[in-house]
């Protein structure tokens, strides 16, 4: 891994995303065989955090990838509450846990570790592998390959509609996310709130808002509607409140 990570870091971050997205989807096929929901992909989200996180730890990537405390104030950053916002929308209008007990907790294991992987992914080596070189093109890309990536969902059993909403919700935040990054320096709040916000879908079904629109797909339309108004207006707050230089080391 270390060689293939100093000879080229975009390569690297293209290798962890095929060995993450290949290995998630076989994940859920065996996790069917097995009989037991979210059993094997959270054996493997736990195992691959764990290779990553001694990988960092034994290369003093932490800082290179955000790994440590920010450099702008909570209190300008309006303390992360849009964050908490945006993930919590599913259970403020509607709070109904959506699997049995066991499942409930792998699933919530699987994604508090998923939330790490994607963003050390996406927005840790990939970003910053590309931003040596090209910043613009580091961050629309690190944002549209995290959306896009998603459309392995589609093999997993999702509709169409609800996967594509997804794809646009996933790039919306993506944009967010990776400002939140270069103008903190740090990952940290981006981890928790990507594992907040996929523990809390298992936790809330937004029924309000299905029965605002009456209908399933129009629920989903308007939950993915006000998460993109949130992220859209806190982005806006993010790049004309916090320092414009880029913290990122």
């Given at each position: 891994?270390?060689?293939?990570?100093?000879?080229?870091?975009v390569t690297f971050a293209i290798v962890l995303i095929v060995i993450y997205v290949v290995g998630s989807t076989?994940?859920?096929?065996?996790?069917?065989?097995?009989g037991t929901a979210f059993l094997c992909e959270a054996v493997f989200s736990a195992a691959l955090t764990v290779v990553l996180a001694v990988f960092i730890a034994k290369n003093g990537l932490k800082e290179h990838l955000g790994l440590c405390k920010p450099e702008v104030p909570a209190g300008k950053m309006l303390f992360y509450i849009p964050l908490i916002l945006i993930a919590s929308v599913g259970i403020i209008f509607g709070f109904a846990p959506q699997y049995d007990a066991v499942p409930l907790v792998l699933h919530t294991v699987s994604m508090l570790f998923v939330g790490f992987l994607e963003e050390i992914i996406f927005r840790g080596f990939l970003f910053r592998g590309m931003a040596k070189n090209n910043m613009t093109a580091a961050i629309i890309v690190s944002a549209v390959t995290f959306g896009i990536g998603h459309i392995v969902n589609l093999l997993n059993g999702y509709?169409?509609?609800g996967n594509l909403l997804q794809i646009v919700f996933a790039v919306a935040v993506g944009f967010l996310l990776v400002?939140?990054?270069?103008?903190?320096?740090?990952?940290v709040s981006c981890i928790v709130f990507h594992s907040l916000n996929n523990t809390l879908s298992g936790f809330g079904s937004a029924q309000l808002l299905t029965d605002i629109a009456g209908s399933e797909q129009g629920g989903l339309m308007l939950n993915i509607a006000i998460r993109i108004v949130l992220a859209a207006a806190y982005?806006?707050?993010?790049?004309?409140?916090t320092p414009k230089k880029n913290n990122l080391k």
């Open positions: 891994m270390k060689k293939l990570f100093d000879k080229n870091e076989l994940m859920i096929n065996l996790s069917e065989l097995v509709d169409l509609v400002f939140i990054f270069i103008r903190t320096g740090s990952l982005l806006l707050y993010v790049l004309k409140c």
